[in-house]
Nanobody, 126 residues
Framework: QVQLVESGGGSVRPGGSLRLTCEAS????????LMWFHQAPGSEREGVSC???????GYAYSVKDRFTISRDNQQKSVYLQMTSVKLEDAGVYFC????????????????????WGEGTLVTVSS
């Protein structure tokens, strides 16, 4: 079955860096776009970034120029490199897929996701 497993979360200081990993299995992951979502405490899940099967990318305005998404199709993994981390970046980060090849204009809509991982927690504190 389709599985998405996130890892790499932890504690980071404001201004620091962290790299999240999502490992995909149970489907031809390299054929589909993969997304990262962020859920802050008490808030809805929000789209952070997307990478398509052809390596096109999309970013939320709040993380543009700070976060970088990448993928390794041989490893069936997608990564989120977080830099210049801010307090508001704290929360749970989820990997998801809408089982579409490209990010398109609606990649950040959580209702479009067909599969989710269980998330990895990022805490930001000084």
């Amino acid at each position: 079955q389709v599985q998405l497993v996130e890892s790499g979360g932890g504690s980071v200081r404001p201004g620091g860096s962290l790299r999240l990993t999502c490992e995909a299995s149970g489907f031809t992951a390299d054929y589909y776009a993969l997304m990262w979502f962020h859920q802050a405490p008490g808030s809805e899940r929000e789209g952070v970034s997307c990478i398509s099967s052809t390596l096109g990318t999309g970013y939320a305005y709040s993380v543009k120029d700070r976060f970088t998404i990448s993928r390794d199709n041989q490893q069936k993994s997608v990564y989120l490199q977080m830099t210049s981390v801010k307090l508001e970046d704290a929360g749970v980060y989820f990997c998801g897929t809408a089982m579409k090849r490209f990010c398109g204009d609606t990649w950040s809509v959580q209702d479009n996701m067909r599969y989710w991982g269980e998330g990895t927690l990022v805490t930001v504190s000084s």
